[in-house]
Structure formats: structure tokens, C-alpha cells
């Protein structure tokens, strides 16, 4: 039996890996932490909360999450806890570097300071940069770190803070660096349930100027899955990429959405690009395929269906988070 502290537990991917944990390893103890920023709400997690420890606090305060390790006899911390929205850090970086990079290393100094068995850092394919549209390569696990907008500069600098607390202190580090992901309770800012919403309201999609720009898209639950495993079975030190290789641009999305709604595709409306818009991401997770047998279970066509139907079945749920997100994704200019 062992204890987590989950950090971002209440975001989108923190709240489906508090869940999944909870079924599959229910004898172990979780303690789940988050801010509460206007991204992170305390129902995503109502299934389960008299299952786990809730606190509402932030990783940057140290002495709390001191008190967290020892008190529960922590065993492993597996950090979600991120500012995570590139629009938003257009506009409000030092938000971003706090949280992500500060806030990280003030974890992990708190992780070293206690001692755990593992530190799991939760990290994107966004620190890489991006890629031209017809490249036929993915990144690796070795390929360097070139971000190119304040969201994944933050990132990558928390990243580099897991490394050096692994290569300096001998903390026992893990990074996943996973591709889009998408499923439910995934806050309406980002672009699969803003377009389900604003589509269920009759409302235009807002597509970047950059139709064709591409992600990878990859199911929560199978990124729950990948982390399960890499706890269990992975190398202390290593990086493993989790992604399903399944790419769709935006104007492929709104599609999607819109024909398993029933709707036009007069909906889509264009919009200026942000700020270093990237083109591209893609990353090769032989890794964690061959070296511990994991492998997405949920294919694109089913998992967008099912998200679509969520969001349509769980509007209770969304509705008071419209208008909560302070960006918009029509004011580029």
C-alpha cells in the first residue's frame, strides 16, 4: 500500500488520474492538492471525494506541502500542478514561471527535504517547439528542449529543475512528456470543449487562421494508464514519451464535433493566430511501448465520440464555467 500526493489533482488531467488510481489501486491513500485556480474546480473531483484527502493549497508553499509529505507518510508525488494554457500566457506569463518552474522546484526541494520513493513530473510535447508540417520525424526522448511561447518555456524549465534534483540529490525523478490530450472535465478554454460548448450553444467556432496546423491527440484515460505504468515499471531518471501517433488538424476537430452534433459546418468562423502559433508536435513513444508494454487502448474516432457525448450529457457542469477563463480566443491581432 503506498500514499500519493497528487498535485493539480482538481485540473482536468489531475481529477481522470485521481479517479483512475482510485479504481485501480484502491488501497492506497490519496492526498490531492490544488490551487483552485479559475481552471481547477473542486467538483471535478465529487465522485471520489470522500475517497481521498483533499487540501486546497499551492505547491509554491513550501511549509504546507513539507507538512503534507510527513503527515501522510507520502511515498510518491506526482506533480499535474501547471498553468496550462498558451493563450492565457500571452498575456499573463509571470503567472506561468511562477507556478511552473518556482513552484515546481519548491516541490521538489520539499520532496528532497522529506524524502520520497519517486517524484513524477507531468510535462507536454510543447517543450520542443514545433515542426514543419510535412516533417516525417517525431521528437524523442533526446531530441532539445526549444520552446517557443512562455507556457512551454515554463515548462521546460521545470522539466531541467526534475533533472537537476535527480542528477544533484539523487531524488528518484520520472518525466512523461505526453501529446495533446483530450476527454472529460477538461476546463472549456482549451479547443475540444470550447468547441463542443460554444456548438451545443449555437454558437461559431473559433479556428486559429492556421487550419492546417496539427496535434497529436491522445485520451486521458490512456495518459492515466501511461503514468500507472511508468510509476510501476520505469527506469528512476528516464524520460518516456505518451503518445497515440493519431494526428487531426483543427478544422478536422470542428468537423468532427459539429457532424456528431448534427450541426453545419457554417459554425466554423476564422480567427486571427495567436502569438507563435506551433505548427506541429508529434512524439515517438517507442519507449514506453517496448520497454513497458503500454499501448493507447482508445482510438480517436470512439474517444471523440464519447467526449462529445459527455460534454452534451453533462452540461450542469460547464455551464458556470463559461466566461471563467480570462482570455479570448478571438482578440489576436
Known amino acids: 500500500m503506498s500514499t500519493l500526493l497528487v498535485t493539480g489533482a482538481a485540473g482536468f488531467i489531475g481529477s481522470n488520474f485521481v479517479r483512475y488510481w482510485r479504481e485501480r489501486h484502491p488501497r492506497d491513500q490519496v492526498v490531492a492538492l490544488d490551487a483552485l485556480t479559475y ?18 493549497g499551492d505547491i509554491r508553499d513550501r511549509g504546507l506541502v513539507e507538512s503534507l509529505l510527513r503527515e501522510h507518510k507520502v511515498d510518491v508525488v506526482v506533480n499535474f500542478a501547471a498553468e496550462s494554457h498558451n493563450s492565457l500566457a500571452i498575456i499573463r506569463p509571470g503567472d506561468f514561471f511562477s507556478t511552473n518552474v518556482i513552484g515546481t522546484q519548491t516541490l521538489l526541494e520539499a520532496a528532497r527535504t522529506v524524502g520520497v520513493a519517486r517524484f513524477h513530473q507531468i510535462s507536454t510535447c510543447e517543450v520542443y517547439g514545433d515542426m514543419d508540417l510535412d516533417d516525417p520525424g517525431a521528437f524523442t526522448e533526446d531530441s532539445p528542449y526549444l520552446p517557443r511561447t512562455p507556457y512551454n518555456a515554463a515548462k521546460a ?73 511508468v510509476l510501476e515499471r520505469g527506469r528512476l ?10 494526428e487531426a488538424d483543427i478544422e478536422t476537430i470542428a468537423n468532427t464535433i459539429l457532424a456528431e452534433l448534427g450541426l453545419p459546418e457554417s459554425l466554423k468562423t476564422i480567427v486571427p493566430d495567436r502569438p507563435s502559433h506551433d505548427r506541429r508536435y508529434l512524439l515517438d513513444s517507442t519507449r514506453l511501448r517496448t520497454e513497458l508494454g503500454w499501448a ?5 474516432a470512439d ?21 471563467r477563463s480570462p482570455v479570448s480566443e478571438t482578440a489576436w491581432r
Open 303 to 323: 474517444g471523440m465520440r464519447a467526449t462529445v457525448a459527455w460534454y452534451r450529457d453533462n452540461e450542469a457542469w460547464w455551464r458556470p464555467l463559461i466566461g
Open 157 to 229: 524549465g521545470g522539466d531541467h529543475a526534475v533533472r537537476a534534483y535527480g542528477l544533484t540529490y539523487d531524488l528518484p525523478v520520472t518525466i512523461t512528456n505526453c501529446s495533446n490530450n483530450y476527454g472529460p472535465y477538461q476546463f472549456p478554454e482549451k479547443v475540444i470543449p470550447l468547441f463542443v460548448t460554444r456548438a451545443l450553444q449555437g454558437e461559431n467556432l473559433p479556428l486559429y487562421a492556421s487550419v492546417r496546423n496539427r496535434r497529436e491527440w491522445l485520451h486521458v484515460a490512456d495518459h492515466c494508464r501511461a503514468i500507472d505504468a
Open 237 to 246: 531518471g528516464e524520460t518516456y514519451h505518451v503518445g497515440s501517433g493519431v
Open 296 to 300: 493507447p487502448e482508445i482510438g480517436f
Open 39 to 56: 481552471a481547477g474546480c473542486r467538483d471535478n473531483l465529487a465522485d471520489v471525494l470522500a475517497e481521498i484527502t483533499f487540501v486546497h
